[in-house]
């Protein structure tokens, strides 16, 4: 037989004051959210932790303790708020009981190793709740835009039809003015023509120059690399305006090729990086021994070194795209009304009419953007396994 090790259960000194700083962090947004942050803290924390006190000392079966603080928080919360109240208090329920229970058995300790300090574990922990944190708070905005895009009403708010979850108060009529809006379309269409040739430019260059500056021989790779790149750092008012002037004397402002151009050196310097990030793993002997082989330049090139960076070309292509797609600055700038893009028609929304089409098509934005960034992820881990840097 296996001994089973035993449970280390924590004091209550230890794991309800924790449960209680938990309760008290969400309590701040239900308070700010009922109109007292502070009340909220202070009813959270005290609330949380006889909550955890109950279901650890009293109860002790954690299945049963964990649907009791579901039921309870599910009922106070649809007593508070109604439907959408009553499935926030249950998934307040289901995490503190669940985390009473993981504090009080010393189950947090499980994938740590066992020789940290507790000052330790407690670092291991709080940096990933700081990382969760950011995240949060980084995509908060998206996830508030996406539900109001379905709004019945012409309004930036949640209605009390949304709030009640009454199918009344959602509509998809944002995205049907969208698709039959002749100004949005031809928006849409700008932006098509526009980012494809910008995106083949920044590649085109962009990839010519990472694979040159990757040559040790390269007199002041250092330098070039920093004004290459230096349209991620500048700021982008600052290029914009310097754009203005160039190509007005040049002739290129508000011409369909001068906004190209313009996209195109904001999204060379994210092909740089992505190609010179994928160079660092790659085999000089290959090249060599093409040309030994008799392979000139161009067939090396095309043969032997594109099929192994191809990942981390077509993901700096992708990051020129979305540059160039969701950019509005420069385009006010060197553009014109006939190269209005999807964005530069959204900003005339925010400021002339106040349209509740711009958050359908935030939401479509934002799924190109994820579906595109889930890419660029795959293409990195292709190119990790074929580089022999990650298993296959």
């Given amino acids: ?57 009293l109860i002790k079966n954690e299945t049963i303790a964990r649907w009791t603080s579901v039921i309870l928080l599910a009922v106070i919360g649809f007593i508070l708020g109604g439907v959408p109240m009553l499935v926030l208090g249950a998934i307040f329920g289901w995490f503190f009981g669940w985390f009473s229970f993981w504090l009080y058995e010393g189950r947090y300790r499980a994938k740590v190793a066992p020789y940290l300090t507790p000052g330790q574990v407690l670092w291991h922990f709080a940096f990933r709740i700081i990382c969760g944190a950011i995240l949060v708070f980084l995509i908060t905005p998206i996830l508030v835009v996406m539900p109001l895009s379905f709004n019945a009403e012409n309004f930036f708010t949640f209605t009390p039809e949304m709030l009640r979850f009454d199918p009344e108060g959602y509509s998809l009529r944002h995205y049907k003015d969208f698709f039959s809006s002749s100004a949005w379309q031809g928006a849409v269409w ?34 070039i690399m920093a004004i290459l790149i ?47 990030a994928t160079l660092v793993g790659f085999d000089r002997s290959l090249t060599r021994a093409a040309a030994n082989m008799g392979a000139n330049p161009v067939t090396t090139f095309f043969r032997v070194q594109m099929p192994l960076i191809l990942p981390g070309v077509i993901s700096g292509g992708l990051f020129a795209f979305i540059t160039s797609f969701d950019e509005v600055v420069v385009v006010l700038f060197v553009g014109s009304a006939g190269q209005k893009t999807l964005p530069w028609q959204m900003f005339t929304g925010l400021r002339e009419q106040i349209s509740p089409t711009i958050l359908a098509v935030a939401t479509i934005l934002v799924v190109i953007s994820i579906c595109l960034l889930t890419v660029v992820e795959l293409l990195r881990r292709r190119s990790e396994r074929l580089r022999g840097m990650s298993p296959g």
């Fill in 1 to 57: 037989m296996v001994a089973l090790t035993p449970i280390s259960r924590k004091p209550v000194g230890f794991y309800v004051p924790v449960v209680a700083a938990a309760g008290a962090f969400a309590g701040l947004f239900v308070g700010t959210a009922q109109g007292s942050g502070l009340l909220g803290i202070l009813i959270g924390a005290l609330s949380m932790g006889a909550l955890a006190f109950v279901l650890t000392q």
């Fill in 190 to 223: 700008n932006s098509i023509k526009i980012a494809p040739a910008a995106t083949l430019l920044s590649v085109s260059f962009g990839t010519l120059a990472a694979i040159g500056l990757s040559q040790q021989h390269v007199p002041f790779r250092r330098a």
């Fill in 230 to 276: 230096s349209p991620m750092i500048v700021p982008l008012i600052i290029s914009a305006a310097g754009m203005y002037f160039f190509y007005s004397r040049v002739g290129l402002q508000g011409t369909y090729v001068g906004v190209v151009l313009a996209h195109a050196a904001l999204g060379i310097p994210f092909v740089i990086i992505t190609v010179t």
